[in-house]
């Protein structure tokens, strides 16, 4: 059971890191970014839930 716990805080960590990337990469205002990150570091799960429905995107892919 100890593995699956780690594995799964692993995955939460690897999409926290993906939303952050994304939330500073994006064309949206820097007080808007700073509060995007803390809401994602403060609360990684939800906060990453809430980030893929109403978050900045990056803007890395496109033209």
């Known amino acids: 059971m100890l593995e699956?716990?780690?594995i799964g805080g692993l995955i939460i960590l690897a999409l926290d890191i993906w939303a952050i990337v994304s939330i500073v990469g994006s064309r949206a205002s820097t007080?808007?970014?700073v509060l995007w990150v803390l809401l994602v570091l403060i609360l990684p799960v939800?906060?990453?839930i809430i980030?893929?429905?109403a978050g900045p995107r990056?803007?890395?892919g496109m033209a």
């Open 4 to 6: 699956i716990s780690g």
């Open 51 to 53: 980030w893929l429905f």
């Open 58 to 60: 990056s803007t890395r």
């Open 46 to 48: 939800l906060g990453f």
């Open 31 to 33: 007080g808007s970014k």
